[in-house]
């Protein structure tokens, strides 16, 4: 079965400094999608990044980059220049990419809670 | 587009009570799903549907049923609620099941539907 893991339950970070979030991940799928969604206080799940395992350059969306490191099975998430918008719950995610009935559902770590202190 | 809607944003129900919450998408998605969300515990699988007429279970099943009679809806059913289904409810839903190998995918959800079981 494949599990996802956010060992940081809280988090926070000065305005405009950077911050990582840390995930790792279980599976024994060689394709598969991760994703990290950020759920601000209206309760909305927002997209933020998306990576493709079979993709070895790592994914960036303007401030977020990730660290996709699949021999490890880790993908932490980097915010750079951080924001008071930034604050909000982010969940990383997994999915695997096989044509069985599975495909498509996400699995979703715990969360990390962020905070942006001005 | 109005994306993915849930209807209703906040329900209070007592033990036993039955009720059906509502998903509609206007994407003409075949993929959609429901989710869980319970403090502590990220989000949760609960049903999901390939399709029209196609459903099947998550990681969370028991006590809810769903069917998907249209493309565009995906209800989800609670036959007598318990205490222990308190949580927030969100609807997903995406482009077919080979909506990931689109680069440009992604599951799209709705703002959610916070349930109380008295």
């Known amino acids: 079965a494949q599990t996802v893991t956010q060992s940081q339950p809280e988090m926070s970070v000065q305005e405009a400094e950077t911050v990582t979030l840390s995930c790792t991940y279980d599976?024994?799928?060689?394709?598969?999608?991760l994703f990290w969604y950020k759920q601000p206080p209206s309760r909305q799940m927002i997209l933020v990044i998306r990576?493709?395992?079979?993709?070895?350059q790592n994914a960036t969306e303007n401030r977020f980059s990730v660290n996709f490191q699949k021999a490890a099975k880790s993908f932490s998430l980097k915010i750079s220049d951080s924001q008071l918008g930034d604050t909000a719950m982010y969940f990383c995610?997994?999915?695997?990419?096989?044509?069985?009935?599975?495909?498509?559902?996400?699995?979703f770590g715990k969360g990390t809670k962020l905070s942006v202190k001005p | 587009n109005a994306g993915v809607t849930q209807t209703p944003k906040f329900q209070v129900l007592k033990t036993g009570q039955s009720m059906t919450l509502q998903c509609a998408q206007d994407?003409?998605?075949?993929?959609m799903s429901w989710y869980r969300q319970d403090p502590g515990m990220g989000l949760r699988l609960i049903h999901y549907?390939?399709?029209?007429?196609?459903?099947d279970q998550g990681e969370v099943p028991n006590g809810y049923n769903v069917s998907r009679s249209t493309t565009e809806d995906f209800p989800l059913r609670l036959l007598s609620a318990a205490p222990s289904q308190t949580s927030v409810y969100f609807c997903?839903?995406?482009?077919?099941?080979?909506?990931?190998?689109?680069?440009?995918?992604?599951?799209?959800f709705g703002p959610g539907t916070r349930l109380t079981v008295l």
């Open positions: 995610a997994f999915s695997p990419m096989n044509y069985g009935g599975s495909q498509g559902n996400l699995i």
């Open positions: 599976t024994s799928e060689n394709n598969y999608y």
């Open positions: 549907s390939v399709g029209a007429g196609i459903t």
């Open positions: 994407m003409n998605h075949e993929y």
């Open positions: 990576q493709e395992a079979y993709k070895q």
């Open positions: 997903a839903s995406s482009r077919g099941r080979g909506a990931h190998l689109t680069s440009t995918d992604t599951q799209y």
